[in-house]
T-cell receptor, first 111, second 113 residues
Framework: SQQGEEDPQALSIQEGENATMNCSYK?????LQWYRQNSGRGLVHLIL?????REKHSGRLRVTLDTSKKSSSLLITASRAADTASYFC???????????FGSGTRLQVQP | DAGITQSPRYKITETGRQVTLMCHQT?????MFWYRQDLGHGLRLIYY???????DKGEVPDGYVVSRSKTENFPLTLESATRSQTSVYFC????????????FGQGTRLTVV
């Protein structure tokens, strides 16, 4: 079964708006990461947040982590058409040295 | 060229045939992974490897075999392909045992007819 589940499955916004995606997971984690996948391409790492951190920023990206609720959110501010992609959360569980991915959120940014 | 490369990019094979997907990385990363991506399921871990000659099963290992005789190569073999193995397969690598970033190949689109 999937460790991470993203919500919503699909999101369509206008350029300039903010996009928020959520991720829930099931077991204890070392860290949580977010990846982007453009259509037909491999995944690209965006940002990592460790289990002892609550918030992290990188450019227009803001990630939060709530380990008590086993959830994370990714906020993309001032979205651009080039942000159109699928976004995945991934967790490295304490018991396995491998990343487990959620099912992803498809983001469409309309110009 | 530096990076992680998969071959072939596209493959069509018949049910029952054996097929091997190749993955090669130039960074000497310790960890390598194979995932499959299907609509509605996201990425699911098939096998992973912590080092040469060390491999472990992931979520969906049945029907697949891996080997890692050299650090830089991690081939995935479908012993007897089935239509349910039609998917996009991604190989990835990571430098350390605490996975701070995984680097992905471009994927192999496999169709089993």
């Amino acid at each position: 079964s999937q460790q991470g589940e993203e919500d919503p499955q699909a999101l369509s916004i206008q350029e300039g708006e903010n996009a928020t995606m959520n991720c829930s997971y099931k077991t204890s984690i070392n860290n949580l990461q977010w990846y982007r996948q453009n259509s037909g391409r491999g995944l690209v790492h965006l940002i990592l947040i460790r289990s002892n951190e609550r918030e992290k920023h990188s450019g227009r990206l803001r990630v939060t982590l709530d380990t008590s609720k086993k959830s994370s959110s990714l906020l993309i501010t001032a979205s651009r058409a080039a942000d159109t992609a699928s976004y995945f959360c991934a967790t490295e569980n304490t018991g396995r040295r491998a990343l487990t991915f959620g099912s992803g959120t498809r983001l469409q940014v309309q110009p | 060229d530096a990076g992680i490369t998969q071959s072939p990019r596209y493959k069509i094979t018949e049910t029952g045939r054996q097929v091997t997907l190749m993955c090669h990385q130039t960074w000497s990363h310790s960890y390598m992974f194979w995932y499959r991506q299907d609509l509605g399921h996201g990425l699911r871990l098939i096998y992973y490897s912590a080092a040469a000659d060390i491999t472990d099963k992931g979520e969906v290992p049945d029907g697949y075999v891996v080997s890692r005789s050299k650090t830089e190569n991690f081939p995935l073999t479908l012993e007897s392909a089935t239509r349910s193995q039609t998917s996009v397969y991604f190989c990835a690598s990571s430098e350390s045992s605490v996975i701070t970033e995984a680097f992905f190949g471009q994927g192999t689109r496999l169709t089993v007819v």
